[in-house]
């Protein structure tokens, strides 16, 4: 691998996947330019993505952040109009939380473009090398996933690159 902007140290496999990770937050992140959301608050949205609903308690977990955290980033999110709490209709204790609309056309948004990286992948890989290409990267996270903790977010997230240290150059 040559030398590139934002590339980890060394050659091998993991760099390349890095500076991949890298080159798609670029081009995702004209989408997140001016919404104030840090990698934390897009964090919790991108699970919300998945299914909203949960609980404070449930999205802590599933997010690897201390429920204080959650619900000091809940507030932004609240406030910036992305999520909104609602008190559970079986127990009043318990609050969930909720995408609005400005929430689900982000995430309309994200899927739009990582559609649109699909395809250009798609137009410069011929199918057979396209194909070769998703499987071993699918065995290769299936194989990650047996040796690091992932944690649910990344469940079948369009954007599951992110560790618990954040992603690659946050934005």
């Keep these: 691998m040559s030398k590139r902007e934002g590339t980890m140290p060394g050659k091998g496999i993991p760099q390349t996947i890095y500076a991949l990770a890298r080159c798609l937050e670029r081009r995702l992140s004209p989408l997140f330019r001016g919404t104030g959301l840090h990698w934390g608050l897009r964090r919790i949205l991108q699970r919300l993505w998945l299914g909203d609903g949960l609980s404070q308690s449930e999205l802590a977990l ?47 948004a994200v899927e739009a473009e990582l559609g649109a990286v699909d395809r250009d992948l798609r137009e410069i890989l011929p199918a057979n090398e396209y194909t070769k290409l998703a499987a071993l990267l699918d065995r290769s996270l299936d194989c990650l996933k047996g040796s690091l903790e992932c944690g649910a977010m990344d469940e079948g997230h369009p954007t599951g690159i992110y560790d618990r240290e954040g992603p690659p150059g946050s934005m």
């Design 62 to 108: 599933a997010v690897h952040f201390s429920e204080a955290s959650i619900s000091n980033m809940l507030k932004r999110l609240v406030k910036g109009g992305w999520v909104e709490r609602r008190v559970d209709a079986y127990d009043y204790r318990i609050t969930r939380v909720f995408l609005t609309q400005k929430g689900i056309d982000l995430r309309t």
